[in-house]
């Protein structure tokens, strides 16, 4: 047996549920690290889109006036009023 034997050997005692292929293609990929992956490639994505935004987009500036009633500034007493002798 070459050595390539030995690693098949071993690879089938060690792991006999993963399937071990010489080839690159159709080799079998284990879920997990599909789907971390995946996650990442998102991840990956939205946070380039978000980069992306930060330098393309400048902000515009602009006045802004609120009017606040007087109601919410001074709001009325609940103390009962005092009577004057």
Avoid: Q, W
């Amino acid at each position: 047996m070459g050595r390539s034997g030995h690693f098949d050997l071993v690879a089938a005692f060690a792991a006999p549920h993963i399937r071990f292929d010489r080839h690159l293609h159709g080799a079998a990929m284990p879920t997990l690290f599909r789907f971390t992956m995946i996650l990442a490639t998102i991840a990956g994505l939205i946070y380039g889109g978000m980069v992306l935004l930060v330098m393309v987009v400048k902000p515009r500036d602009r006045e802004v006036t609120v009017r606040i009633p007087s109601e919410r500034l001074n709001p009325p007493s609940t103390e009962p009023a005092r009577r004057t002798p």
